[in-house]
């Protein structure tokens, strides 16, 4: 059976250097064209309890993650074998976002970049508990845009993540909202499943929580990962 897994050129085309977004960020070397696979999400594929025992990598700064969520059951953790993408910061207004393909993690250009422009893509991370002021400012965003939410944390109902002009998934790709996780909240997803006999769906990218999450927040994945970085 043929493979969707895409093909991208692997020459240097992206940085990793201080942002002005936060800590560090991926900056474009060249222009990237709209569409262009950029990189792959990379690290080591883990299991949820997995990524709880190992969470936070950070203990000085718990929603700072490199998970981003595959499914259900497994999370890539960027930190353990990952690359620069681990490194893209989130964006309110992004020039890239994810997608899972053959349970890979890719992050694309959503439209021209120029040489030099910071890759940013929206981390959609959605967690179960009531949004507070604090919860908002323990997942706050920098990313400077206009219509900056001012959190990572995506409205619960009502959003959907930026993706592709034509917004139809070739076959074997799955758009990801955010996708970058951070363990504590998918326990806290569990716990309440537990408790709640009423079954619930799984939304679908999650990075950089950097997931540079990026497993706290749920990146839900309509496409890219829990990766909170704040």
Same mark, same amino acid.
């Given at each position: 059976?043929?493979? *969707?897994?895409?093909?991208?050129?692997?020459?240097?085309?992206?940085?990793?250097?201080?942002?002005?977004?936060?800590?560090?960020?991926?900056?474009?070397?060249?222009? +990237? %064209? !709209?569409?262009?696979?950029?990189?792959?999400?990379?690290? $080591?594929?883990?299991?949820?309890?997995?990524?709880?025992?190992?969470?936070?990598?950070?203990?000085?700064?718990?929603?700072?993650?490199?998970?981003?969520?595959?499914?259900?059951?497994?999370?890539?953790?960027?930190?353990?074998?990952?690359?620069? %993408?681990?490194? +893209?910061?989130?964006?309110?207004?992004?020039?890239?976002?994810?997608?899972?393909?053959?349970?890979? +993690?890719?992050?694309?250009?959503?439209? *021209?970049?120029? %040489?030099?422009?910071?890759?940013?893509?929206?981390?959609?991370? +959605?967690?179960?508990?009531?949004?507070?002021?604090?919860? $908002?400012?323990?997942?706050?965003?920098?990313?400077?845009?206009?219509?900056?939410?001012?959190?990572?944390?995506?409205?619960?109902?009502?959003?959907?993540? =930026?993706?592709?002009?034509?917004?139809?998934?070739?076959?074997?790709? =799955?758009? $990801?909202?955010?996708? =970058?996780?951070?363990? =504590?909240?998918?326990?806290?997803?569990? *716990?309440?499943?537990?408790?709640?006999?009423?079954?619930?769906?799984?939304?679908?990218?999650?990075? $950089?929580? !950097?997931?540079?999450?990026?497993?706290?927040?749920?990146?839900?994945?309509?496409?890219?990962?829990?990766?909170?970085?704040?």
């Amino acid at each position: 059976m043929p493979s *969707n897994v895409p093909h991208f050129s692997t020459g240097r085309r992206i940085q990793v250097r201080r942002s002005g977004v936060h800590g560090r960020g991926v900056f474009a070397l060249q222009d +990237i %064209a !709209e569409g262009e696979v950029i990189v792959e999400y990379a690290g $080591k594929v883990i299991s949820y309890e997995e990524s709880q025992r190992r969470h936070p990598h950070d203990p000085a700064h718990p929603n700072h993650t490199f998970f981003f969520q595959i499914d259900g059951n497994r999370v890539i953790d960027g930190g353990d074998g990952g690359n620069s %993408a681990r490194w +893209i910061n989130h964006s309110c207004d992004p020039n890239c976002f994810a997608e899972e393909v053959e349970d890979r +993690i890719f992050i694309s250009a959503l439209r *021209n970049i120029s %040489a030099g422009e910071e890759l940013g893509y929206d981390y959609g991370l +959605i967690i179960e508990e009531r949004y507070t002021a604090k919860l $908002k400012a323990d997942y706050a965003c920098h990313c400077g845009a206009a219509d900056c939410r001012g959190t990572m944390l995506a409205p619960k109902r009502g959003w959907k993540p =930026k993706g592709p002009a034509s917004d139809l998934a070739e076959p074997g790709k =799955k758009p $990801k909202t955010g996708g =970058k996780t951070t363990a =504590k909240a998918k326990a806290e997803r569990k *716990n309440k499943a537990k408790a709640d006999p009423k079954p619930k769906s799984k939304a679908k990218p999650k990075a $950089k929580t !950097e997931a540079k999450p990026k497993a706290k927040p749920k990146a839900r994945q309509a496409r890219t990962s829990a990766k909170a970085r704040a």
